[in-house]
């Protein structure tokens, strides 16, 4: 493996980005012991809060009792948190790689100056009614050029509403979960267990779609 996964270009790409930073983010790693995908995970964190201190994170093991709050059935787990350690349900389960590594630095820079749903007024005003849970999973691959819009439309849908979990899904290393929603094609999305459809929708069909999980 490379002594470093950012290459110096990258890094000061990443720099001018996160240089905008506002406040200090928390990116939560949740991991397995003896795991290189999970080292992989660490090592991503490592170099990015080497680049902008603002840029935190947090080590909670698979088996620990912190771990228990977080819900997570796959590791290695990312979860967004604000600077006072607030969950607002933006989950990944594995790595943001490839074309999800820009949609990962502008939901911390989202994070760092609120964080806020992105969503239009009539969309916030439909999901602010929701009390009851929703979990969107959205199975991606990080070379799909439409996953990242799916991903950040779902993340923004559990940004307007705290009853709602939205969670990336790197569908080729979690098989397991591919199969068990017969993931065939990406982005793939599944609110809470009943509602599947695959594309990147406009918001207000996705919206619509949650509404519909109710």
């Given amino acids: 493996m490379a002594d470093t996964l950012f290459d110096k270009k990258t890094v000061k790409k990443i720099g001018e980005i996160l240089s905008k930073m506002k406040k200090k983010v928390y990116v939560v790693l949740l991991r397995e012991n003896n795991d290189s995908y999970s080292d992989t995970a660490l090592k991503m964190l490592e170099e990015l809060s ?5 840029l935190k994170y947090k080590i909670i093991y698979k088996d620990s009792e912190e771990s228990e709050k977080y819900n997570v ?6 979860v ?35 964080p806020e749903a992105n ?3 009539a969309s916030l005003d439909k999901l602010k009614s929701i009390d009851k ?3 969107i999973k959205v199975f991606i691959t990080p070379t799909c050029p439409h996953c990242p819009k799916a991903v950040m439309v779902g993340h923004n849908i559990a940004l307007a509403n705290e009853n709602i979990r ?3 899904i790197e569908a080729n290393y979690f098989s397991d979960l591919s199969r068990k929603y017969n993931v065939s094609s990406v982005p793939q999305v599944v609110i809470n267990e009943n509602i599947i459809f695959v594309g990147a929708l406009p918001e207000e069909e996705y919206v619509k779609k949650v509404m519909e999980a109710l």
């Fill in 119 to 121: 969503l239009s007024e």
């Fill in 133 to 135: 849970p929703i979990d």
């Fill in 50 to 54: 080497a680049i902008n201190e603002k």
């Fill in 73 to 78: 059935e796959v590791f290695p787990a990312f």
């Fill in 166 to 168: 939205t969670t990336m």
């Fill in 80 to 114: 967004l948190e604000n600077e006072n350690g607030k969950n607002f349900g933006v989950y990944y389960y594995g790595i943001p790689a490839g074309l999800e590594f820009g949609n990962f630095l502008n939901e911390v820079m989202n994070f760092s100056t609120g």
